[in-house]
């Protein structure tokens, strides 16, 4: 059965620091993988995708994954972390020739001045 | 360009009554779903449209619930006799075709029922 799991239910880090919010996953085929953020009273925006092509993806405000294929994993790393981006964080996959999509159940990253 | 829309942002009804809840997609954009997501919670799958057909509803949570896509655009999804356990936020996404991988959410709309 295909799968995301974020370990960690929230992520508190020092504002300045680097921050990582951890998802692995399972699929059969060929994982296609988003990060999404929730603000507030807000939906779902992307952050950022890994369709093909480098590992190392780069995404808005900063956020950076990396796929790693033999660790199934996509963890989403920012070098220096911001008190705005405090936020509820998703990891998603789909495969290709398939609609649907699977969400991790999230992680609250707060961030503390 | 205009994003995924969702009327009313917030709806508060009482137990037993029927709601609708409303999606406008991005315009193009042939495949079309619901979530539901409760406090701080994850998202749970309701409902998958390509076009105008809905392939897969699994997610519905009791035939309390249906939705329908009319014009291969708008989509409403009904919640008839609500339960207070039907209080959630309820998302929308639109996706412009099978090639395309990336989803478009919209804001959502509040519901709560009292």
């Known amino acids: 059965a295909q799968s995301v799991a974020q370990p960690e239910d929230q992520v508190n880090v020092a504002e300045g620091n680097p921050l990582t919010v951890k998802c692995t996953y399972s699929?059969?085929?060929?994982?296609?993988l988003f990060w999404y953020v929730q603000y507030p009273n807000r939906g779902l925006q992307v952050l950022l995708k890994?369709?093909?092509?480098?590992?190392l993806v780069k995404g808005s405000y900063g956020f950076e994954a990396e796929f790693n294929k033999s660790q199934t994993s996509f963890h989403l790393k920012k070098p220096s972390a911001l008190v705005s981006d405090s936020a509820l964080y998703f990891c998603a996959v789909t495969t290709s020739g398939t609609y649907k999509y699977i969400f991790g159940t999230g992680t609250r990253l707060k961030v503390l001045a | 360009g205009a994003g995924v829309s969702q009327s009313p942002s917030n709806k508060v009804t009482e137990k037993g009554k029927d709601v609708e809840l409303r999606c406008d997609p991005i315009s193009g954009h042939t495949a079309l779903y619901w979530y539901r997501q409760s406090l701080g919670q994850g998202l749970e799958f309701l409902i998958y449209?390509?076009?105008?057909?809905?392939?897969?509803k699994s997610g519905l949570p009791s035939d309390r619930f249906s939705a329908e896509r009319t014009g291969g655009s708008v989509s409403t999804l009904t919640i008839q006799r609500t339960q207070q356990e039907d209080s959630a936020v309820y998302l929308c996404?639109?996706?412009?075709?099978?090639?395309?991988?990336?989803?478009?959410f919209g804001p959502g709309t509040r519901l709560t029922v009292t």
């Open positions: 699929v059969s085929g060929n994982p296609y």
């Open positions: 996404a639109s996706r412009s075709g099978v090639s395309s991988y990336e989803q478009y």
């Open positions: 449209f390509q076009g105008n057909s809905a392939p897969d």
């Open positions: 890994y369709i093909t092509g480098d590992n």
